[in-house]
């Protein structure tokens, strides 16, 4: 599953780069989340932004360019392939596809879909990304969709995804996800940007800045330790920085 979320995102990403979703939300801009197959998102949030139709439009791969039906078969056919993967990063749909492909698969290809897709829904906004992730099924599947959704996002624009996910809208732990990706590519300015939040960043954001400062500012990251709130796992912490980590 991570070797294929990995290329997932890598793929997607590059697809959903050229996407015109901005940074802000509007709140008339949130129509109202059809059911899917008995699901419902765990957020209030319906999918923000306009889609725009995407079939039979050139886009990054042959598969945009087949009817619904034909798509919708490859796409389901793909589960059982090798490299299938590619096959469904390959298709950008819009929202109405995205619910359709979701009532087709197996149950047990749920969790898995509904992440490929929310991440793919990010050509038409975070808010539908984040809303096809509550589709995932069980807590911990809607859970490690959003996360997906957050990572994918932040390799866009990790300060809107970053000041999003604080609002508090989803769990905490997709502002770590967003933390994560952010420091990856720019340590500097999530570093700043978190100073900036003060107590509303969750310890479990800042556990995700520490790792990463540790390599290159000790000192920092052993002062982003002693701001956890939580002081079991503010002494931990530190013991483990000073220990070597």
Partial sequence: MKTTFTHL??????MAAGSPWGTGLDENERPAVAAVAGYRPVAADGPGGKARPVSGKAGPDAQDLLDRGERKAAWLASFGEAGGWEVRAGMMVGWDE???????????QR???????????????????????????DAAAVGDAQRAVSVAWAQLDPRAAAEWMISGKVGSGCL???????????????????????????????????????????????????????AGIRRLTLERIDAGF
């Fill in 9 to 14: 995102l890598a793929a997607l990403v590059g």
């Fill in 98 to 108: 995205a619910q359709a492909l979701l009532e087709a698969v197996e149950p047990e």
């Fill in 111 to 137: 969790g898995l879909a509904a992440m490929e897709l929310a991440v793919g829904l990010l050509h038409e906004s975070p808010q539908a990304a984040m809303a096809m992730a509550g589709f995932a099924g």
């Fill in 176 to 230: 770590a996800a967003v933390v994560g990706a952010w420091a990856g590519s720019d340590l500097h300015a999530v570093s700043v940007w978190m100073a900036g939040q003060g107590a509303a960043v969750s310890d479990e954001a800042r556990l995700a800045l520490i790792e990463p400062l540790l390599e290159v500012e000790p000192d920092s990251a052993r002062g982003w330790a002693a701001s956890l709130a939580d």
